[in-house]
Every structure is written in structure tokens, then in C-alpha cells.
DNA sequence: CGCCTCCCTGGACT
DNA sequence: AAGTCCAGGGAGG
């Protein structure tokens, strides 16, 4: 059992949880919030600002969690596939922007326009002699003009990050209150914020406000669910409508049980390696 | 309620 | 070389 317990870092940083991150020699570097994070290949952290926290969720019982979604044949595979694969613990805001970004995009893409945010409107800091570029605060970005947001290359998504930025600055959503509440108060408030529809809400929910029952339902996903879980989660309609994607979700979480986000990560994971799409 | 169209960018293909 | 096509969520009609 004790196998479990290893992390594999380059897994859970390449598994499309995570943008602003390199690997440079055998560390693995990356922007967390106003904190520079450096990982070792066995997931000891350093961290420019020294910030608490537990990015690897190693609070989780992972044994437990990989005994609880183990439903199926096709999940035991992608476990067994990607064991040590983790779901990180983000910044919220950071979190929040990064999905709402990746709104009708990829990954490379996403990556590109947030470091262009990073470089435009984040503190520039030098850790372990390089130079990074601090997530920017809401401050920062809720002053910042549709247009400068826009030169980052986000398109229309511009508005929704100044406006995003807005309200968490005045606290209209405040993260600390979300975290403690449950997955659906937590999403219903969440969805308010421009930008924000149920994968969206989803992601940040599993990614940073510790909801392990978060299922973020996007393209692969459902791909996911039409190859392998046919007659479990019987799709009858081409596009996933609001109604259906609530349904879909609570068919999801009855299944995998309140670890279904954990479950979700995995089944992402090995179905994108399985098409060779590109991470970081 | 479901369905349609538009919003942007960048890479692939022509 | 320039044009078309496409992937990818959310909002509004």
C-alpha cells in the first residue's frame, strides 16, 4: 500500500490543472498566486514567499480516495495507468482566471495568454536566479483596461476577467466562505461571476475550494463518457444543456461516489495521453 | 426547456 | 502566401 502514497509530479503538473509552470533541469517551477513554487521530483517544495500549502493534497487519504473511485474497469485502469497523479491545491483567484481563460481554448493556448498576463501585469520577482512573474491581484487586474487585458490575447474573454476580478476585489465572492461551503452553495455562487458557466465552475471548485465531488464536464470528458460509460451515463443529446449537465453530474457522483473528482482526473489524463495531446 | 449563433485565437490544412 | 476550417465553454436570443 505503500506504493500509493508516491506522487508523481510530472503527471499531476501535465494533466491540464495547471498552466504557468517549466521544468528547468530536474525542478519543476511554477506560479502559484503571489508565491514562486519549486518542485522536486519527489514532490518536496520550496517556495519563494514560503506561503502555506498543500499543493499535492497530501491531507488526502489517497488510498482510500483510489479504494473509493475504483468503480469500474476502465477507472482501476487509469489509476493503476497514472498512480501517483494528484489533484492540486491552487490559488483560487489564479484558478479562477486560468479557467475563465480557458474558455473555447487549449492548453497551449491558455498558457500563452496567462503568462502574458503574468508578464504584463504581475510582479516580477527573481527565485533561485530566474526570473518569474507573480499571478496579478485582483487589484490589479480589476483596474486594468478591457483593451490591455485584451492585448494578452484572450479575446472577448477580457470583459469576463476584469469583471471576475472585480468581484472578488469587492468581495461580492469571497473564497475562504466558499471553502467552507458545500459544492452546491459553492457553485451556484461561482456561477454569478461572468465567464463562469458549470465547467468553469467546476474546475475552480475541484482545483482550488476543495470539492473532491467537482466533476468538470468538458469536450474529452464527455468523449470519455460516451466511449466507455454508455449504458451508465446514456447521452441522449448531442449538446450538454444546463439541465443535462446537472443530471449528468449527480448519474457521476452516485457512481464514483464523493471522490468523483479524483476519478475525473485520472479518466482526463489517460484519454488525452491516448490522443498524444501536448501538456506544458 | 432545448437549440442556435456569436464571441476570439492559433494551428492545421489548402 | 493568403484563405478556410476547426477546436473549445459561455452567454444571450
Aim: charged share 30%; hydrophobic share 35%.
Amino acid at each position: 500500500m505503500q506504493k500509493n502514497r508516491i506522487i508523481n509530479v510530472d503527471n499531476s503538473i501535465n494533466s491540464g490543472q495547471v498552466f504557468l509552470w517549466r521544468k528547468n533541469g530536474k525542478y519543476w517551477y511554477g506560479v502559484n498566486g503571489q508565491d514562486i513554487l519549486k518542485i522536486t521530483d519527489s514532490g518536496t517544495i520550496k517556495s519563494y514567499q514560503n506561503i502555506k500549502t498543500d499543493f499535492f493534497r497530501k491531507r488526502d487519504n489517497i488510498e482510500e480516495i483510489i479504494k473509493s473511485i475504483s468503480k469500474d474497469a476502465i477507472t482501476k485502469d487509469a489509476v493503476k495507468q497514472y498512480l501517483g497523479l494528484r489533484i492540486l491545491e491552487q490559488d483560487p483567484f489564479q484558478c479562477l482566471i486560468s479557467f475563465i481563460v480557458s474558455s473555447n481554448s487549449n492548453i497551449q493556448k491558455i498558457k500563452s495568454s496567462l503568462e502574458n498576463i503574468s508578464r504584463k501585469f504581475g510582479k516580477r520577482v527573481k527565485f533561485d536566479n530566474q526570473e518569474f512573474f507573480l499571478f496579478p491581484k485582483p487589484s490589479k487586474l480589476a483596474k486594468a483596461s478591457i483593451d490591455e487585458i485584451k492585448s494578452c490575447g484572450v479575446g472577448y474573454r477580457a470583459k469576463f476577467i476584469k469583471e471576475a476580478a472585480k468581484i472578488v476585489l469587492y468581495k461580492k465572492i469571497d473564497f475562504e466562505t466558499l471553502q467552507k461551503d458545500s459544492y452546491q452553495e459553492a457553485k451556484e455562487k461561482i456561477c454569478q461571476i461572468p465567464g463562469v458557466g458549470n465547467k468553469v465552475a467546476d474546475c475552480v471548485l475541484l482545483f482550488s475550494l476543495n470539492k473532491l465531488d467537482a466533476f468538470p464536464l468538458d469536450r474529452w470528458m464527455i468523449r470519455i463518457l460516451e466511449k466507455y460509460y454508455s449504458k451508465q451515463f446514456q447521452l441522449e443529446t448531442k449538446t450538454i444543456t444546463e439541465k443535462q449537465y446537472e443530471i449528468l453530474h449527480e448519474k457521476i457522483v452516485k457512481h464514483f461516489g464523493p471522490y468523483a473528482g479524483y476519478s475525473q482526473q485520472f479518466l482526463f489524463k489517460m484519454e488525452r495521453e491516448n490522443y498524444q495531446k501536448k501538456w506544458l
